[in-house]
């Protein structure tokens, strides 16, 4: 079975400028999450949508958004962005919407010049 | 504010023998701990959980103590192999009803031959 997939793996944006990464869950999942990882920190949580309504979010400001589709597949918008914004991306899926293990994608690296 | 705490970035070990990892926290709501494996370039893993209703978990060469009165948890790695080799990350969430884990910064783990 097929893994939690994102898109894009690299990418490079310009200050002040919108970015939308992609994020498959795994099949029958139901749960996505996004986590933010800035080098030499631990993943920090930024959303969790369970049927396709955001159930819980994080400390980041409104220039993040995100949503998720009937097919459970999930986008993150980040707008005006930052140098410091710069980071990894984790996607993660899990069945369910309570507490239980989630399972991460590889990220997409997001650099900011 | 770092509310996961892991206090040793890295930690060398002989194949074989035990590896200790630790973790603090220092909220007070969370109830449910996990443990993730990270390799380079992959998204973290899923490792092992616990309860704040238990003590212990076991799964195979993978332990974690959970110290309730101390806030504080370990993990246990018995025999250690050098394909342990990786960053350990442990994180904490309360039982919200939705997954809002928060992640410490990790612990590089390196498992010598």
């Known amino acids: 079975d097929a893994g939690v997939t994102q898109s894009p793996t690299h990418l490079i944006k310009t200050r002040g400028q919108q970015v939308t990464l992609r994020c498959s869950p795994i099949s029958g999942h139901k749960s996505v999450s996004w986590y933010q990882q800035v080098l030499g920190q631990g993943p920090q949580f930024i959303f969790q949508y369970y049927e396709k309504e955001e159930r819980g979010r994080g400390n980041f400001p409104d220039r993040f958004s995100a949503r998720q589709f009937p097919n459970y597949s999930s986008e993150l918008n980040v707008n005006a962005l930052l140098l410091g914004d710069s980071a990894l991306y984790l996607c993660a899926s899990s069945p369910y919407r309570g507490i239980n293990e989630q399972y991460f994608g590889p990220g997409t690296r997001l650099t900011v010049t | 504010d770092q509310q996961v705490k892991q206090n040793s970035p890295s930690l060398s070990v002989q194949e074989g023998r035990i590896s200790i990892l630790n973790c603090d926290y220092t909220?007070?709501?969370?109830?449910?701990f996990l443990w993730y494996k990270k390799y380079p370039a992959e998204g973290p893993t899923f490792l092992i959980s616990i309860s704040s209703i238990k003590d212990k978990n076991e799964d195979g060469r993978f332990t974690v103590f959970l110290n309730k009165s101390a806030k504080h948890l370990s993990l246990h790695i018995v025999p250690s192999q050098p394909g342990d080799s990786a960053v350990y990350f442990c994180a904490a969430t309360s039982s919200g009803g939705y997954q809002k884990v928060t992640f410490g910064i990790g612990t590089k783990l390196q498992v010598i031959p």
């Open positions: 909220n007070s709501m969370f109830d449910y």
